[in-house]
C-alpha cells in the first residue's frame, strides 16, 4: 500500500505543479491574479486537506493504519482527476521561465527529501509531506517568490538590450497607443493606413506588457523600418509609463477611458492619470529634443466622456463623430455591405471611405487611425483603399458567418463601455434572432455586481435570448435582465461554454439569428 500512495503522491504532485504554473503564467505571473484564481478554487482544496489529514494519522491512530492508507489513496487519486491536463482557451507555453519555475519546485521538493533522510522521527517526516500536500497550491507561488530576483535581472537584460537597439536605429519613430479598449484595433487601423507610404513594424497580436514590447523590438525590429506602433496596456498604476521609460514614444494615441481592471487600480482616478502617462512620455521627449511643430503629436478620441472631461493637453489632436473634434466623420451610413463615411481634417480636406467593418466603435477606431496617419504624411485621398483593406481584429467583435447564423465574436475581453459598444452593434442587425452568450465582466473590484447587472438591463433591451455561462456573474446579469422585464424563459445558466454553444445552435434552429459572444475568461477565472 505505501508503495501505492508514494506513486500516486509523486503523480498527484507532478500535475499539480503543471496546473498551478499554467494558472501562474495566465495571471502574467503576478501575484494578486494568482491569489485571485486561488480564492475562487477553494472547492478543490477539500482533497488536498483530506491527504494532509490521512497521512497524519497513518502515525497518530494506532489501529487505522489500513483505513488511513485507503482513504490516503482515494484522495490522491481525486487529485490527480483533477489535475489531469484538459483542452484549455489559452495553451500553457513552457517558456524557460516556466522551466526555471520547474526546477524551483524541484530544488523544494529535494530539500524536504533530504531533510526526511536526515530526520529519525517518522512521524516529523509524514508532517512534512502532508503539510506539502495539503498547502500544495501555494508551492507554485513560493517557487515563484523565489524565482523573482532572478526574473527581474533577466528581464532587466532584455530591456536593456532593446533600449541599445532603439537607440541605435536612428530616425526610427515610435507611435505609442493605449487606452481601455479599441488600443488594439487602432494599432492594426493604423499599421495598415501608415504602410501605405512607410515601413512600419506593430507590436503582434496582444503583445501589450513590458517584456512583450522587449520581445518584439528584439526579435523582430529591422533597420529598414521607419515607424514602430507600439501598444501598451496596463492593469496597475504607472504602468504605462514602465513601457515609455523603455521606448519614449515620439506620437501618442489614447483610444479611450473606462471603468477597466478596477480591481487592480481601484479608482478611475489611478485610470486615467496612468493612460495620460503615454502623452506624458510624449512630452518629456518633446522638451529633450526642442519643440517642433508637428514632430510630436498627441491624438485622443475627442467622443470619450471621460477623456473631454478630463482634458488636459490642449495641443492634443480629437478624433471622433462628434461635432468640435479635428478630425471628424460625418454621413455615416451602414448596409450589409458594410460602412460608408466622410471623415474632415483640421485643414478643411475631406474624403469618403468604405470598409466592411460595421458599428459605431469601428468608425471611432478608423477615424484615429487616419488622423494619425494623415498628420504623419499620408494624404487622405491615399488612405482610401487602405480603409476599404482593413479587416476585423479577431475576437474583438469579428463578424463571422456560419450558413444562416452570424457570429459576433466580441469573446477577447469585455468592460462596461464594450459590452454596451457590442450590444449596440448586435441591435444593428433587423429582423433577425438575437442571441447574447456571456460569462459577464471581470476585474471591476467592487463595482463588479453592479457593472454585470447593468449589463444584463442593457441586454434585455436588445436580445430576444440570452445565455449566461458558469457561476460567477450569472447572478447579477439574470437579475439585471430580469428587473428590465425580460422573460425568464428565454434566459439560460450554462456551466461550460461548450454547453452554450451548443444551446445557441439549437435555438430558434433554422431561423436567421445573429450571436454575440461576449467575452470569453480564460481558464484562471471559474
Given at each position: 500500500?505505501i508503495y501505492?500512495?508514494i ?10 505543479l503543471?496546473?498551478?504554473a ?13 491569489f485571485?484564481?486561488?480564492?475562487s478554487?477553494q ?14 494519522m497513518?502515525?497518530l ?11 490516503t ?5 481525486g487529485?490527480?482527476a483533477m489535475?489531469?491536463?484538459?483542452k484549455?482557451k ?16 524541484a530544488v ?5 527529501a533530504?531533510?526526511?533522510?536526515l530526520i529519525t522521527?517518522?512521524?516529523a517526516v ?15 507561488a ?22 541599445r537597439?532603439l ?5 526610427l ?5 493605449t ?15 501608415l504602410?501605405?507610404g512607410f ?6 497580436e496582444?503583445?501589450n506588457?513590458p517584456?512583450?514590447?522587449v ?6 525590429l529591422?533597420?529598414t ?8 496596456g496596463?492593469?496597475h ?15 501618442g ?7 477597466q ?5 481601484h479608482s ?24 517642433e511643430?508637428?514632430k510630436?503629436l498627441?491624438f ?7 477623456i473631454?472631461?478630463?482634458m ?12 468640435g473634434?479635428d ?5 455615416i ?8 463615411f ?6 478643411g480636406?475631406?474624403?469618403?471611405y ?6 459605431q ?12 496617419a494623415?498628420?504623419?504624411?499620408i494624404?487622405m485621398?491615399k ?13 474583438r ?5 456560419r450558413?444562416?447564423v ?5 469573446a ?5 463601455n ?8 448586435l441591435?444593428l442587425?433587423?429582423d433577425k ?6 460569462p ?6 467592487e463595482?463588479?455586481d ?7 438591463r442593457?441586454?434585455?433591451a436588445?436580445?430576444?435570448y440570452?445565455i449566461?455561462?458558469?457561476e460567477?456573474n450569472?447572478?447579477s446579469i ?7 422585464g ?17 444551446l ?14 461576449e467575452n470569453d475568461?480564460p481558464?484562471n477565472?471559474?
Amino acid at each position: 500500500m505505501i508503495y501505492a500512495i508514494i506513486i500516486l503522491y509523486v503523480t498527484a504532485a507532478i500535475l499539480g505543479l503543471r496546473y498551478y504554473a499554467h494558472m501562474l503564467q495566465l495571471s502574467s505571473y503576478q501575484f494578486q491574479g494568482y491569489f485571485r484564481f486561488l480564492r475562487s478554487q477553494q472547492t478543490k482544496y477539500g482533497p488536498h486537506i483530506g491527504v494532509m489529514v490521512t497521512l497524519a494519522m497513518l502515525r497518530l491512530v494506532p489501529g487505522l493504519e489500513i483505513l488511513a492508507g485507503i482513504l490516503t489513496i482515494v484522495f490522491l487519486l481525486g487529485i490527480v482527476a483533477m489535475y489531469i491536463p484538459k483542452k484549455a482557451k489559452k495553451k500553457f507555453v513552457v517558456t524557460k521561465r516556466i522551466q526555471r519555475l520547474f526546477i524551483t519546485d524541484a530544488v523544494i521538493v529535494l530539500i524536504l527529501a533530504v531533510i526526511s533522510l536526515l530526520i529519525t522521527n517518522k512521524l516529523a517526516v509524514y508532517f512534512i509531506w502532508a503539510v506539502y500536500m495539503g498547502f500544495f497550491p501555494l508551492m507554485t507561488a513560493l517557487a515563484n517568490l523565489i524565482n523573482k530576483p532572478i526574473e527581474n535581472r533577466i528581464n532587466q537584460y532584455f530591456i536593456d538590450d532593446a533600449k541599445r537597439m532603439l537607440k541605435e536605429h536612428t530616425g526610427l519613430r515610435i507611435v505609442g497607443i493605449t487606452g481601455s479598449y479599441g488600443k488594439t484595433s487602432v494599432k492594426y487601423y493604423l499599421t495598415t493606413l501608415l504602410s501605405e507610404g512607410f515601413s512600419v513594424l506593430m507590436t503582434p497580436e496582444s503583445y501589450n506588457t513590458p517584456m512583450g514590447i522587449v520581445r518584439t523590438i528584439r526579435e523582430h525590429l529591422k533597420p529598414t523600418h521607419e515607424i514602430f506602433v507600439c501598444e501598451m496596456g496596463a492593469r496597475h498604476l504607472h504602468d504605462i509609463k514602465e513601457i515609455t521609460d523603455i521606448v519614449h514614444p515620439d506620437d501618442g494615441i489614447v483610444t479611450s477611458i473606462g471603468y477597466q481592471h478596477l480591481e487592480t487600480f481601484h479608482s478611475l482616478d489611478n485610470i486615467i492619470s496612468t493612460k495620460y502617462e503615454l502623452l506624458d512620455a510624449v512630452d518629456e521627449k518633446e522638451k529633450e529634443q526642442g519643440k517642433e511643430a508637428g514632430k510630436h503629436l498627441k491624438f485622443v478620441n475627442g467622443d470619450n466622456e471621460i477623456i473631454r472631461s478630463h482634458m488636459k493637453y490642449n495641443d492634443a489632436i480629437t478624433y471622433g463623430t462628434s461635432e468640435g473634434n479635428d478630425y471628424r466623420a460625418t454621413d455615416i451610413r451602414v448596409t450589409s455591405a458594410g460602412t460608408t463615411f466622410t471623415v474632415t481634417a483640421p485643414s478643411g480636406d475631406s474624403a469618403e471611405y468604405t470598409t466592411k467593418l460595421v458599428g459605431q466603435h469601428n468608425v471611432e477606431n478608423i477615424v484615429g487611425a487616419i488622423a494619425a496617419a494623415n498628420s504623419l504624411g499620408i494624404p487622405m485621398n491615399k488612405l482610401k483603399i487602405a480603409v476599404r483593406r482593413l479587416q476585423p481584429v479577431p475576437h474583438r467583435l469579428e463578424l463571422v458567418k456560419r450558413g444562416t447564423v452570424s457570429i459576433l465574436d466580441d469573446a477577447y475581453n469585455s468592460n462596461p463601455n464594450g459590452a454596451k459598444v457590442a450590444l449596440e452593434t448586435l441591435s444593428l442587425f433587423e429582423d433577425k434572432v438575437k442571441i447574447l452568450v456571456t460569462p459577464g465582466m471581470v476585474e471591476l473590484g467592487e463595482k463588479e455586481d453592479e457593472y454585470n447587472a447593468e449589463f444584463g438591463r442593457q441586454a434585455a433591451a436588445v436580445c430576444d435570448y440570452i445565455i449566461l455561462v458558469g457561476e460567477k456573474n450569472s447572478a447579477s446579469i439574470k437579475r439585471g435582465v430580469l428587473e428590465a422585464g425580460f422573460d425568464p424563459e428565454r434566459v439560460f445558466v450554462k456551466s461550460t461554454l461548450n454547453e452554450a454553444t451548443a444551446l445557441m445552435y439549437e435555438i430558434d434552429a433554422g431561423r436567421e439569428k445573429v450571436i454575440l459572444l461576449e467575452n470569453d475568461l480564460p481558464d484562471n477565472y471559474k
